[in-house]
């Protein structure tokens, strides 16, 4: 018992010990309020610049996604394995629409649709281009793509449509068909024999990507199944998340249900060309991060150098009067943290109030909003504030400022207490 009483003794006086020093600390930076203030505002603009940056680059990130993957990709996709590699007109899922219902009751699922896809051969009057055929359920889709919105002439298909078809401006255009004509599309089956359909050009869409415009026909699904040969089945089940960032969860959800021959596919898989494009710009806004850390945490060290030198006799006192140097460098470094932690608190009280309102009302972009609408995309940007730009700023600031007055600290070890005594 005494073992234990004496232990609790020793943290106590420890604490004790802890507490004081903070508050001498604390104390210590308001004695040239001017410097203290100047750290603080640098260190305050950083952190408030980096976790506006960081809002608007993962707000920028996700509007891009969505916009990738909202036209058809979806946020995944259940496959058959080598599918997406290596299309086959047999690759098929069995009870797309068993699936499909699996799919919508994982949480953070807000659509999910199966999709028929193969290559044909579409004609019209005397004109034929090779395009590639969808077969879709129209309210599915609505839920999946924003196809739907993009018809440009006529309308999207209905349910209960079943020879009709929408395809792209340019395919249309290539065709020589307008809304109201027919068109003969002819693929084949899995087992070899022709797939045809003669379906009514009911509409035809314009998304701004020139590969989609010139080579995609949409019919509804229970058409394709049927010249297709694929009762019941479909190539794959298109799911959409409630964001981009669910998209894993859910991933790993569908997993556990799907079999030995399939994979899901999430976006960084299905666009992968984006997926890369944005690792590339995270890695030189994290360059720019560091810099703009490290030019500030520059400063910081300047004003701990000055420090130093002002307080060497007193420093060289304390040590006279026994005080170990390691107590001193630790006050310095409770110095830095009040100054590092007071200087993050004002830059998140200045730029989470921001982030907050242009989330809500977002940063228009100008002349380019125009040239952005006819591609369907948003003409205003939304900041997103995430768990990670609230603490990579600040833990950034937060080492920075602890090496900044950890170097100049150091000094204080080769301090001689009577030189600096006899020299004062």
């Not at 395919?171 to 004509?181: F, H, Y």
């Amino acid at each position: 018992m005494s073992g234990t009483a004496a232990s609790v003794g020793r943290r106590a006086a420890r604490a004790r010990a802890a507490g004081l020093l903070g508050a001498i600390a604390w104390r210590n930076l308001w004695r040239n309020r001017r410097r203290t203030a100047l750290s603080v505002g640098a260190i305050a603009f950083a952190v408030a610049l980096l976790t506006f940056a960081i809002a608007q680059q993962t707000g920028n990130y996700a509007i891009m996604i969505d916009n990738a993957t909202g036209m058809l990709a979806g946020h995944l996709e259940i496959q058959r394995r080598g599918f997406f590699d290596d299309p086959k007109i047999g690759d098929v899922l069995r009870d797309a629409a068993g699936r499909v219902e699996a799919a919508r009751r994982v949480p953070n699922v807000v659509g999910a649709t199966p999709r028929i896809s193969a290559f044909v051969l579409a004609s019209a009057h005397d004109h034929s281009f090779g395009a590639q055929l969808l077969g879709v359920v129209p309210d599915g889709e609505r839920a999946v793509s924003t196809l739907p919105n993009m018809i440009t002439e006529g309308r999207y298909l209905v349910d209960g449509g079943a020879l009709e078809a929408v395809a792209g401006s340019l395919l249309a255009s290539n065709l020589g068909a307008r809304v109201g004509d027919e068109l003969v599309i002819l693929g084949s089956t899995p087992t070899g024999g022709v797939a045809p359909l003669a379906v009514t050009l009911v509409g035809t869409f314009q998304s701004g990507v020139a590969e989609v415009d010139r080579g995609v026909v949409e019919v509804p699904y229970q058409a394709a199944a049927a010249a297709f040969e694929l009762d019941g089945a479909a190539h794959a089940i298109v799911v959409k998340t409630r964001t981009a960032a669910d998209a894993r969860a859910v991933g790993k959800a569908l997993r556990r249900d799907s079999r030995p021959d399939e994979v899901v596919l999430e976006w960084p898989e299905l666009v992968a060309g984006l997926h890369q494009a944005i690792e590339l710009d995270r890695s030189f806004g994290t360059i720019l991060f560091v810099t703009v850390a490290v030019v500030v945490t520059i400063g910081v060290f300047n004003a701990f150098v000055m420090t130093i030198f002002e307080r060497t006799r007193e420093f060289g006192t304390l040590l006279a009067l026994g005080m170990r140097p390691r107590v001193l460098v630790g006050t310095l470094q409770l110095e830095g943290l009040c100054l590092a932690l007071l200087g993050c608190a004002v830059g998140l009280t200045i730029g989470v109030p921001l982030i907050l309102w242009l989330a809500r009302v977002g940063m228009p972009i100008g002349d380019a909003g125009a040239a952005v609408r006819q591609f369907h995309m948003a003409d205003r940007l939304y900041p997103a504030l995430t768990l990670d730009a609230l603490l990579r700023p600040s833990a950034l600031m937060i080492v920075g400022t602890a090496l900044a007055s950890l170097l100049p600290a150091l000094r204080i070890r080769a301090l001689r207490p009577a030189e600096v005594l006899r020299a004062v």
